[in-house]
């Protein structure tokens, strides 16, 4: 029975990064979100493309394509498996690009020396979804069609090796040939007409600097260089990209604002963005948590006091709504206010004056409320414990920030933001995080959204080994603990439940179930676990049943008849 892993890689230890999440209808690669396609819909696509755009102009896109996808592994075998050599590393490329579905690849010749960067080598395609595409669509080709595949060859390549290597198809079989065959080498190797030809609109500026940190080294998690981009404001996902959109259309105004969401989700990190983009930028913003108190207190804080008015009060002096005069008052928890507060913040939004605790004489003022409540505000509303006309007057033009179990995507870019900020805070180095680790953080729930994330991973930069890993065992805290919902793909190409490396079982029932849960042969099992131990004793029956702990006839029979070898060949060959 081989054992070997093809091209020197473990297909079980980059299956496990492949993780599905049909709840949220998500699919990673690691930190990568995948879409799995019919090949007959790309097949109509590639059609459609060529005939609009005419076929030139389609290679180039496909190819661009697949250059952005082979620069994303790139990355990712970088860092997939650092405790191997750098060749093993490299030959990840070829497995990814079949688990993906794209195409097998079998080594023909290559040269490899990380010391200089070089590589050149040969491979065999077979099964090529882009040859399918393409006779099914347009019948043989009088060229190449491999376009997106060359496209990912040369972009894993350029970025793992750190210069740029170009990839090109010398044989196709929509062509007529038996197989694929492509040659890759350093551009400057190539000369001018087939780099040319290769380039087709590429960019060969070195992708990868050799002599960065690894944790760096994330092709396609780069910060968007935004205006609103600020510490914890981070995100690239479709709930993300149009809350910020509505924050960069109403900052510019005075209309109240309230921002609606649940605990932890950036509610004030975006009502500083919001003063930041405004015209009153350069004024005041005042932070207030409506409910840090009640009553008297809440007033005098608030609106202001007059000298004797409270106990204590030896002085008059102002509250948040006047110190916020000319720039922006950001009450936190709005809807805490007592009845009093709600009444006297309404005369602020309606009239522009506030009239101190104790105090008879109105104060005129002129600012910008942005007030941010949880969702149950609008249940305080229905029963009467929150004023309707106070609501409306706030909510001129509300905003609901998602939960982070609503923009996952965003999940890798706010990791690398705070691994790189904790890191420099507590003074360590942190190389890389383990796939378990990155596969509970994409399917965890989040209940405190954002500001638990920050607080899980500051957590585990500290827990972690200096130039080490985050792993999994960071992240956990004793007073919460939860578990990954990710089905990832087995060794045998099938779905199964859990994380990215099984945990220990006490009574073998975990093992049992993942057993059963596929579709488990109990003769075959033993088969196989009866010739592995053979194969392990070098064929010495003997060995191989003190290993499984039965007798050397008990396993002769067993053996014999799982090879449905007749008693007398058997004798003879042991």
Avoid at 25 to 48: D, N, P, Q, T
Avoid at 424 to 445: C, M, N, P, W
Avoid at 528 to 538: D, L, M, T, Y
Avoid at 540 to 562: D, I, V
């Amino acid at each position: 029975m081989n054992t070997e892993p093809e091209l020197g890689v473990d297909i079980g230890a980059l299956s496990a990064r492949l993780r599905f999440n049909p709840e949220d209808g998500c699919i990673w690669l690691e930190r990568e979100r995948m879409l799995l396609v019919h090949l007959s819909a790309y097949a109509a696509f590639r059609k459609e493309l060529i005939e609009a755009v005419g076929q030139e102009a389609a290679k180039r896109m496909l190819m661009r394509m697949g250059h952005a996808g082979g620069s994303s592994d790139g990355a990712l075998a970088r860092r997939a498996r650092p405790e191997s050599d750098m060749l093993t590393n490299f030959l990840a490329g070829p497995r990814l690009h079949a688990i993906e579905g794209m195409v097998v690849v079998e080594p023909v010749a290559h040269s490899f020396d990380p010391a200089t960067n070089f590589h050149a080598g040969e491979w065999i395609w077979r099964n090529s979804i882009e040859v399918e595409a393409h006779l099914k669509e347009h019948g043989l080709s009088k060229e190449p069609v491999c376009w997106s595949a060359i496209g990912y060859a040369t972009g894993y390549t350029s970025v793992f090796m750190g210069r740029p290597i170009l990839y090109r198809e010398v044989e196709c079989r929509a062509m007529g040939h038996a197989q694929c065959r492509i040659v890759g080498k350093p551009a400057e190797l190539w000369e001018d007409g087939a780099r040319d030809d290769l380039q087709n609109g590429l960019c060969l500026s070195e992708p990868w600097n050799s002599n960065t940190d690894q944790w760096e080294r994330t092709a396609g998690v780069a910060a968007p260089a935004l205006e609103w981009s600020d510490g914890r404001l981070l995100g690239m996902s479709p709930n993300f990209v149009s809350t910020m959109d509505l924050i960069g259309k109403v900052a510019p105004t005075d209309a109240p604002v309230l921002l609606v969401g649940e605990a932890g989700v950036g509610k004030k990190t975006s009502a500083r963005a919001l003063h930041r983009l405004s015209k009153r930028a350069r004024q005041p913003f005042v932070h207030f948590s409506c409910s840090a108190a009640t009553g008297d207190a809440l007033d005098a804080e608030l609106f202001g006091v007059e000298k004797g008015a409270l106990a204590g009060a030896a002085v008059s002096r102002n509250g948040r709504v006047e110190r916020a005069n000319g720039g922006t008052l950001f009450l936190e928890d709005v809807h805490c206010l007592d009845a009093r507060a709600q009444s006297k913040l309404l005369r602020v939004l309606q009239a522009g004056e506030v009239e101190r605790l104790g105090g008879g004489q109105p104060r005129p003022v002129k600012l910008r409320v942005i007030a941010a409540s949880m969702p149950r505000l609008m249940a305080a509303v229905r029963d009467g414990c929150f004023r309707e006309d106070l609501y409306y007057k706030l909510s001129a033009f509300p905003i609901r920030l998602a939960p982070l179990r609503e923009r996952r995507s965003d999940i890798p870019l706010l990791l690398k933001h705070f691994v790189t900020e904790f890191a420099g805070r507590h003074d360590k180095r942190i190389r890389s995080v383990a796939q378990s680790a990155i596969a509970f953080l994409l399917t965890y729930e989040f209940p405190g959204n954002i500001a638990e994330l920050e607080s899980m991973i500051e957590r585990a930069v500290i827990l972690a080994p200096d130039a080490g890993t985050i792993d999994l065992s960071h992240l956990s805290s004793p007073l919460d603990q939860d578990s990954p919902r990710f089905f990832s793909v087995s060794r045998a190409g099938r779905l199964s439940m859990g994380g990215t490396e099984d945990p220990p079982a006490t009574d073998g029932t975990p093992s049992l179930d993942r057993l059963l849960d596929g579709n488990f042969s109990l003769e075959t099992f033993e088969n196989e676990i009866i010739a592995r131990a053979v194969e392990r004793a070098s064929g010495n029956l003997s060995a191989a049943a003190r290993e499984l702990g039965m007798t050397r006839p008990q396993l002769a029979y067993r053996f014999r008849k799982s090879r449905g070898v007749e008693e007398d060949e058997a004798r003879d060959a042991f």
